[in-house]
Each structure stands twice: as C-alpha cells, then as structure tokens.
C-alpha cells in the first residue's frame, strides 16, 4: 500500500440487526430476514483500504446466524470470514458479535448469510468497494446504478431445507420469482402489454415495485450486477442497450461489448452501459432463467431516460433471454472473459492438483451431491477453532482423495449412485501453487447434467480454461490452458459433462470453504474445506469459537 492511501484508509461502523419480518418481495406477504427493518440488507460501501466494523445483533430468537463478505479475501483475518462450522460458531439469538475485517480490493462484492440456508431467507445485501482516495478506475463513467440479483420461493427455508434432506428426496422446484433489489412481481407483468396472456400489475406495493434507474441521456454508466440466487443462472440484457464488461467479481478484465450477460449464483460484473439510444423512450432490463428449463418469469427493471417519467412504458418489448440449453452462447460469453492487462499471471506451474469429481448420488435413502463420491457434511465444532487447537476429533482418519478413476464415465449417471459422508478437508501447504480440475457428470437421471458455479472462500482463482467430458490431464488437456491472461475470479461455473480447471497460491492461513453456490446443492453436500496452513493462522478471537468441543478445550485451560 502507498502511504498516501493509508493515512487516508478509514474504519467504517455499522450496527446491524437480523431478525425475522413480514414482507412482500414478489408482492404475496411471506418472512423474510431482514437487516435493521431493510431487506435487502443496508449497502455496505467504502474505500479499499477501510476497515469495516459491524455490530451485528442476532434477533432471530431461536437461530443462529453468521454472515459471509462475499469476494472479500479476509487476509490474516480467517475468523471473519462468516462461515458457520468452518470459521466461527454460529452467533445466537440475542447475542452480538462484531465483524472486522478490511477490504483490501476495490470492486463489486455483497454479503450474505452462511448458515443453514439463510441466504435464500433473503440475508444478502451488496458490498462495494471504490478505489483508495487518490486512485482511479481504469475506465471511465459519469455514474453508477447497482443491481442485486436473487430469486425466491414462497415455502420457508425450513420446510424447504426438510424436504431435501427427506427420504425420500424432495427436490424444492423452481423459485417464484425472480427479483432485483429484493423486488420481483409473482402474479402479473410489469410489461403485461408486451406478454400475451400476462395480468398488467395494478398499483404496486412499494416493497414489490420494479426497480427503476433513472440516467441522462448520451451518458455512460457503471451498471454493477452481482448475483446471490438460491438457485437460478440468469442471463441480463437491456432493450436495444449494449454493455461493456470491465469487471468481474472484484478483478478487471479486458474489456469486450455484449448484447447480453450470464451471471451465475456467486458472480459479480461491473459492465459500462451508453445512453446512447432514443431518448424519447424508457427501456426494459429483463433479467431471465438459463441452464434449466425456465418456469420463473424474467425479472423486471426500467432503464428511466430522464425526463421522460418512470412509468412511461418502454416503447420495445423486454429482450429475451437466450434459449435455457444454448450453452454455446453461455460459454462464448464466459470464454471471452480475460484478464486485464496488469493483472498478475499465475505461477507457470503447479506443486499439486486436486481434481473434484461433481456427482449427484444416493444416501440412506435419500439424494445428494458428492465430490469424489463423498458428500459434505459440517461438523458440531468449527474447524478454524478445532483445528488451530489440533483437538484429535476435529476430522476423519482419511484424507479424501486427490483424484476420480480414470475409468468414471461422465456422460452416464453413475453405476454404483451410492455415496456416503465425510468432512472433505483438504489440508494445504503454506504457498503451495494448487491446481483443482473441477469435472461435471451426469446426474442421477439420464441426459441430466447441470451447471454448477463453484465459489472459493479466501481467495481469487485464476481460471485457466473449460473442457468437454472427461478430463484427462494429457496434452490436450494441457493445450487447453491459459496461462497468458487467465481472469482471476472467486467463482467459476463447471458447464454440463465439462471440466474447469483452476489454479491458486495457498498464501491466506485459514479454513476456507469451497463449494457449489447453489443454495440447495451446498446444502446436500456439494462442497470441500480447504484447511490450509493452520499453524500460520494469527490468535483467533474466542468469542468466534467458544462453542462445541474448543469450547471445552478453552475452558479446560488451552490456547488458540
Ligand atoms: O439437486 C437437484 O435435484 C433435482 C433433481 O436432480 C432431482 O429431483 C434438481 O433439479 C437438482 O438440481
């Protein structure tokens, strides 16, 4: 850091309380959780460099609650990083615990819940990060508008979280909607005029409004898109508008223009969008489903040519997202992704390789994912704290493996679908370059291969590149590597029967989670720990682990 930004860096407090509330965010009143009475939760913006504080008070009265600062790396600060059973005990009703951590990178980030499955309670809010004082941007805009992407089921997270872990299985469906800042419409069209069969909207609740972004015409703005859906993949387009994308999940990229964009659950983009259409006329954002087959309504925002007035219908019907199953226009828009020149390249080579095999299998009767063919589960006992403390319960005598057979046939659902559990803790050598080939497969169903955007905790990635089918690590594997100007990212999606290889320096002491940002696949087991340098991690504030067995442990006299 130059001195100049330090002296400038600042603390940052906020005091936050969750708790449960009534609200409408498709327009039918359900509980959401809530920040302060806000949902979605307060923006958190401040400057690379500052450190943010947040009080945070848990008025869930009979759960417990963390929260995760998504794209925020948490260097030499692991406890902070929001993860329950992995990096702090869950906080509990009526207690407080206060996050601190500093936000080294600007870009586009959000927070959200990391709990159980919370975040598709409605717990997230955007977290943005603009340069150090001083600094600037590598492209430039006249303004900025945020879009916070997320999707909703009217049955509760419990009943939800019940069903998938039932036997046997019941899979949650579908959300209802589709909503931008926390607004969506469930029952009718914002664009009915434009939808043949659609009930126009009648007057709007305020809290199920369509969001509306009013610019200038012949301006240029910064539209920040980040995505926390439970479930959905979506695709973002802006009638008649195209984008420049110059970000994405924190890092700047080579910029290039699109129609349209993909955002899995995880991402983040920064894309730069030009007033440069008729200005007599307001404009839909549409915002669709991709990768299954789509029975949620796009989402809907106006793009307000200001003066024309906010409810002046856009002249143009809302653009339509690309067909589900076109991967190939999904991975010509994520293929084009690289990084910005300046950005540090990865080390030439790897000390190891990790390859995950994602597979959709059985379990005592009932259904979830596995890597490697052993599904997640968490323990009762944090490992940051477990670990540190070197407790002998805290994992499994057995490592999980480095590898699939060489044999497994990505294309057929697996022959022998049985699974079982494990803690899936990869133990990392402090440094070591680590290279994780993530390969898809077929799901229990023929024909059925999902995406999946997998998302690392601790770090950025670089991606060095996709396959089809099955990875081999041959040559041809090898040639398909990028190791000039791979994007660094935290998420990177694994496409149907692909394979995407990753590499990292395991240079942030801590335990970080690695997993499918599918809300209901992490749930059923669709994820590893990577428990890396342990030794290195600084004093680990009691408060974050005095449960479970290092509670015992501290209590009988040892020392984090
Ligand atoms: O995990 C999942 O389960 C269902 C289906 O595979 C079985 O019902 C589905 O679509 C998932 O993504």
Sequence with gaps: ARPHCAAAAKARHFKWEISNMFWSPDCEEKVVIGINGQFPGPTIRARAGDT????????????????????????????????????????????????????????T???????????????????????????????????????????????????????????????????????????GQFNCSMA?????????????????????????????YRLRV????????????????????????????????VN????????????LLTTDQDPSSNYWVSVGVRGRPPRTAPALAVLNYRPNRASKLPALAP?????????????????????????????????????????????????????????????????????????KSALAAARPAETFSRGYDVRQPPTNP?????????????????????????????????????????????VLGYGEGAYRGDAADEARLNLRDPPLRNTAVIFP??????RFVADNPGVWAFHCHIEPHLHMGMGVVFAEAVDRVGKVPKEAVSCGATASALMNGDHL
Aim: net charge negative; glycine share 8%.
């Design 418 to 462: 049985n699974t079982t559990a494990g803690d899936n803790v990869y133990v990392l050598a402090h440094n070591a370059t680590v290279d994780v080939v993530l390969q898809n497969a077929n799901a229990l169903a023929r024909n059925v291969s999902e995406t999946h955007p997998w998302h690392l905790h601790g770090h950025d990635f670089w």
């Design 226 to 257: 980040a995505s926390t859906t439970s479930l959905a993949s979506l695709n973002l387009a802006i009638g008649n508008h195209k984008m420049t994308v110059v970000e994405a999940d924190g890092n700047n990229v080579d910029p290039f223009a």
């Design 497 to 502: 029967y692909g394979w995407t290889a990753l």
């Design 260 to 271: 349209d964009i993909d955002i899995y659950s995880g991402d983040s983009y920064s894309v």
């Design 52 to 107: 943010i504080h947040v009080e945070l008070k848990n008025a869930l009265h009979t759960e417990g609650v963390v929260i995760h600062w998504h794209g925020i790396r948490q260097i030499g600060t692991p406890w902070m990083d929001g993860t329950a059973a992995i990096s702090q005990c869950a906080i509990n009703p009526e207690e407080t615990f206060t996050y601190r951590f500093v936000v080294d990178k600007p870009g």
């Design 109 to 183: 980030y959000f927070y959200h819940g990391h709990y159980g499955m919370q975040r598709a309670a409605g717990l997230y809010g955007s977290l943005i990060v603009d340069v150090a004082e001083g600094e600037e941007e590598p492209f430039k805009y006249d303004g900025e508008l945020n879009l916070l992407l997320s999707d909703w089921y009217h049955e509760s997270i419990h009943t939800q979280m019940v069903a998938l872990s039932s036997k046997p299985f019941r899979w949650i469906g579908e959300p209802q909607s589709l909503l931008i800042n926390g607004r």
């Design 319 to 391: 653009p339509a997202t690309p067909a589900w199953d076109d991967y190939e226009h999904s991975k010509a828009f994520t293929y084009r992704i690289r990084a910005r020149a300046g950005t540090p390249p990865p080390p030439a080579t790897a000390d190891r390789r990790i390859e995950l095999l994602n597979t959709q299998n059985r379990m005592d009767g009932g259904t979830r994912w596995s890597i490697n063919n052993v599904s997640m589960v968490l323990p009762a006992t944090p490992y940051l704290g477990s670990l540190k403390l070197g407790l």
């Design 192 to 220: 009915a005029a434009h939808t043949p069969g659609a009930t126009q909207c009648a007057a709007v609740n305020r809290q199920c409004a369509p969001v509306v972004l009013p610019v200038q015409p012949n301006k240029t």
